[in-house]
């Protein structure tokens, strides 16, 4: 079992920067890949990012690709997503999730990211 704990969500104006981090808990956080989702009001959840086990490997959707950096540190049991360059469209509530195999098994309560214009 893996329990996933987001932070650093907040409003920002357009152009600006957030860093969400996400606290897990359990020593097997290493076991998994993660990934950052976001779901925006009348939309479907999409993902924005994700990173292996050992951050050799990442995963960014065009729509933030050269804005978004997913890292992570097994160490302290944390992923991040620095977010830069923020857009209103980057507005929505932000998920992580722990995964192994392709499947996303366990997943945080969400963070709330909100970018006026």
């Known amino acids: 079992q893996v329990q996933l704990v987001e932070s650093g969500g907040g409003l920002v104006q357009a152009g600006g920067s957030l860093r969400l981090s996400c606290a897990a808990s359990g020593r097997t956080f290493r076991n998994y890949r993660m990934g950052w989702f976001r779901q925006a009001p009348g939309k479907e959840r999409e993902i924005v990012a994700s990173i292996s086990w050992d951050g050799d490997n990442t995963y960014y959707a065009d729509s933030v690709k050269g804005r978004f950096t997913v890292s992570r540190d097994n160490a302290k049991n944390t992923v991040y997503l620095q977010m830069n360059s923020l857009k209103p469209e980057d507005t929505a509530i932000y998920y992580c999730?722990?995964?192994?195999?392709?499947?996303?098994?366990?997943w945080g309560q969400g963070t709330q990211v909100t970018v006026s214009s």
């Open positions: 999730a722990a995964g192994i195999g392709g499947k996303y098994l366990y």
